[in-house]
């Protein structure tokens, strides 16, 4: 089946962009999949760091005994058998298809013959232009009740093996997801204003190219990175890399996006407080959660031009945000659906140690002028995603356009002049032991240049050691003694730091 696959898209030899489903082919090694070469011409490579959930399978040497125990393999391998599957129920939604796997127990053959045969009987397609506001109080299910990550109460698990839970109303999502969200945000014409002024940046927005086992493949949606200084638009642009490459688009920040800024500041800042009140244990922050304000000193803009274009299955990356990150999204014109499922760790044998209904997968609709917060135990323990839409409601200012804007806090003491290095001398990237009991939840920096065209990634690995409130080891010994006494923030605008500096590694 494999081979079907790719010899579908291989064929040929004319460059043209993957689709989303065909990236997910080439995630994964281990289930078999032939690196085989897809030219998409002469593109410059430029890494992004939100393209984990496409790269995180790229080739490991046996030898990495560490890395290896840490790999994210199974999520990966769900991706591969979609893309499997999708090859071969072309029409089927990604949805349906998921559904099937997760109802055949993870087999491709098995979901293959029952969507054949109609066993599996799809379940009658979700219809994402529905707008009413429908709460999960009306609904008389019996949960199991489990108690999650991170929360006070025991939470009543209403997510099931192989089948989406839609979410509309802002309890349901703060109640059963690690997000909470904000319907009508900003007053109206702040929110129009706002798309307007994205919608024409992303006339010159690109889906960002990169590479993946040895193909250069482009993302299934555009994007552009802003800052507010020119700068810090250097500094990014010099000093930061995602992926062993930098990112060619920085921009400087825009004037609507400046006017939203301290609203999605304020916003975000009391959520957390009220998330830390009301959901974590004893009303406390959790473990390696920075105490101090967030402030979103960086934005993402993400352009999702009808309804194929998507992102997917991902954790945001830790590395210039630290642990325990927390993010502000604003989905802006049409809506979209928002999938959220959680990682289960399992056991030495293999076997998962949660109930499998906890990792169902949980759909949050994001209509125009809304603020979503992952909070802080969302990237370690949870992975999202913007699914390819069946049918979308055009928005009347953007058409078939959705913009979402990621306001994120760089942390400047995780800025890479003070990130471990690894043996190639590029920062290294943070991760987080996510699918194995062993060890699971612990943060470690690894080398990512093997997503480098042509390059294979060294052998660096370290545990990455930081205290209760998020602050890493080397914030003593290294970023204070380097940085002005008492103004860490400062740091992120200083000119010294336009200038790399490794000196110290
Ligand atoms: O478009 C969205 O809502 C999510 C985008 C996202 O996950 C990202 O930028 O990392
Ligand atoms: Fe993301």
Known sequence: MTELLLGTWAAGGSARPLTPLLLYTLTNSTIGVKRQRYSLGSNPVVMCYKMDAFLRGAKRKSSDTIQESTRDNDDDSTEVKLAMLASLFPDMSQELLLDALLANDGSVEQSASSLHDGQTQPKKPHNPTIGSQMSLKSFASKPSVIETTGSTKKAKLLSKKGTTLFLYDPLDVAEHTPCTIIHNFLPQEEANELLREMLEESKTFEKVTFKLFENVVQSPHTSSFYLATEAEVNMQKHEYYYYGGRLADVRRITPQLLLVRPKVQAAVNKEIQARIKNHYPNGKKLRCQRP?????????????????????????????????????????????????????????????????????????????????????????????????????????????????????????????????????????????????????????????????????????????????????????????????????????????TQQPTITER
């Not at 998962?352 to 603020?371: K, V, W």
């Not at 920062?427 to 690894?446: C, E, H, S």
């Open 292 to 496: 101090d304000e967030w402030i979103p000193n960086a934005a993402f803009v993400n352009c999702y031009n009808g309804p194929r274009e998507a992102v997917g299955y991902h954790s945001d990356h830790l590395t210039y945000l630290g642990p325990r990150a927390v993010i502000g999204s604003l989905s802006l014109g049409v809506a979209r659906h928002f999938r959220v499922r959680r990682i289960v760790p399992k056991d030495t044998d293999n076997n998962l140690i949660e109930d499998p209904d906890m990792q169902g997968q949980i759909s949050i609709h994001l209509p125009h002028n809304s603020l979503l917060i992952m909070h802080a135990e969302m990237q370690e323990e949870w992975k999202h995603s913007i699914a390819p839409a069946l049918a979308i409601d055009p928005h009347p200012i953007s058409a078939n356009r959705r913009i979402n804007i990621t306001y994120r806090d760089y942390k400047p003491n995780f800025h890479p002049r003070f990130t471990p290095r690894c043996k190639c001398n590029l920062p290294a990237i943070l991760r987080t032991v996510q699918r194995k009991k062993d060890n699971w939840g612990k943060y470690f920096w690894m080398c990512h240049r093997g997503n480098i065209p042509g390059k294979e990634k060294c052998s660096f690995f370290e545990w990455a050691d930081f205290d209760d409130d998020g602050i890493p080891s080397w914030d003593k010994a290294r970023y204070r003694k380097s940085s002005t006494p008492g103004d860490q923030e400062s740091i992120i605008h200083s000119p010294e």
